[in-house]
């Protein structure tokens, strides 16, 4: 089984990019990787599933999240089939989560994943570092959500990009709306996450703060609220984000 066998079946399964690193030039490079999982692991495969721009474009919380919750999906189910795959063909092979579940305990409290998809996707060549922060690709810009697989076959790497993909336009910085990027991928990662997780766990929290301390009509009015309201929805699809400014605001790659 070769690197083109690996991405033909990537794309057969939904991926946008697929893209393959050598596991010591990530050790050099000292990209974020908890190896203790699989340390036997030589490639690791970096795929992207691409979002719709239209449905980025349109203003509408509700069809951003959809448009999410598919396009995480999709990567996970790639990574998926594609750990089994290789499974089946004797090597071992680990999926890593595109989003959630990640590791709460403290010191990395939601905010490490087991794996740095962006750095792993850099060194893929998939895309690469643009002045959001974010891996940028070509072919759809930003608007792609990453998993990765790591895997104790040995494959051909697909070398990093030749030139960047960011043209320093800035969009991304201007329109933040919490202003939380500066440039050069640098974030305020509290200012974002304000934004994006206003109805996630930060929201969680503001619940049960005002309820410890609330009587009974100052309860009823919290259950009630907006809020609320959205958490219980944001429970139910699993996803919480409502802002892809950064993602959206970028020209290149665009539909
Ligand atoms: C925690 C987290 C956040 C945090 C913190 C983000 C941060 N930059 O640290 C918050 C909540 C702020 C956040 C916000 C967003 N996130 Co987020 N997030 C993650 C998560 C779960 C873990 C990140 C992690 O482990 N970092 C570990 C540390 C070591 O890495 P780091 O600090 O991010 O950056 C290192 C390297 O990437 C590198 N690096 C970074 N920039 C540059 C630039 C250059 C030039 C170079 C050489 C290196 C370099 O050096 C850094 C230090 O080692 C990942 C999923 C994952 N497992 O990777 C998604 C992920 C990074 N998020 C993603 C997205 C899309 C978003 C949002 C758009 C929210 C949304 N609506 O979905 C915003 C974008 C904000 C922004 N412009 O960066 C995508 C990015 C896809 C892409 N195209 O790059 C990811 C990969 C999820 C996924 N599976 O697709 N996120």
Redo the contacts with the bound molecule.
């Keep these: 089984m070769d690197t083109e066998a690996i991405k033909r079946f990537g794309y057969e399964h939904g991926a946008s990019i697929v893209g393959v690193a050598d596991v010591e030039a990530l050790v050099n490079k000292?990209?974020?990787i908890d190896y203790s999982v699989l340390p036997e692991a030589k490639s690791v495969i970096s795929i992207?599933a691409a979002h719709s721009s239209t449905a980025l474009d349109c203003g509408n919380i509700q069809l951003m999240q959809s448009d999410?919750i598919f396009t995480?999906r999709t990567?996970d189910s790639v990574a998926m089939h594609m750990a089994r795959y290789l499974e089946k063909n004797g090597y071992k092979a680990l999926a890593?989560p595109?989003?959630i579940p990640?590791d709460m305990s403290p010191g990395k409290d939601?905010?490490?994943?087991?794996?740095?998809?962006?750095?792993i996707?850099?060194e893929a060549g998939v895309?690469a570092?643009g002045e959001?922060?974010?891996?940028?690709?070509l072919e759809f810009g930003?608007?792609?959500?990453?998993?990765s697989v790591l895997t104790s076959l040995e494959l051909e790497p697909t070398p990093p990009l030749a030139d960047e993909c960011c043209t320093h336009c800035l969009k991304?910085v201007d329109s933040c709306p919490s202003k939380?990027?500066s440039g050069?991928?640098k974030?305020d990662?509290k200012k974002?996450?304000g934004e994006?997780?206003k109805y996630g766990l930060r929201g969680w929290m503001r619940f049960w703060k005002d309820a410890a301390g609330a009587n009974k009509e100052e309860l009823d009015a919290l259950i009630r609220s907006r809020n609320f309201k959205e958490l219980w929805q944001n429970f139910m699809t699993g996803n919480y984000?409502y802002?892809?400014k950064?993602?959206s605001a970028c020209p290149l790659g665009r539909a």
Excluded at 132 to 137: A, I, K, R
Excluded at 142 to 147: A, N
Aim: charged share 10%; hydrophobic share 45%.
């Design positions: 000292k990209v974020q992207a999410t995480y990567a890593v595109a989003f990640i939601g905010m490490i994943g087991l794996v740095d998809h962006k750095a996707g850099a895309g570092f959001s922060g974010l891996l940028v690709t930003p608007r792609v959500r990453l998993s991304c939380a990027l050069g991928g974030i990662k974002c996450g994006i997780f984000y802002c892809w950064c993602q």
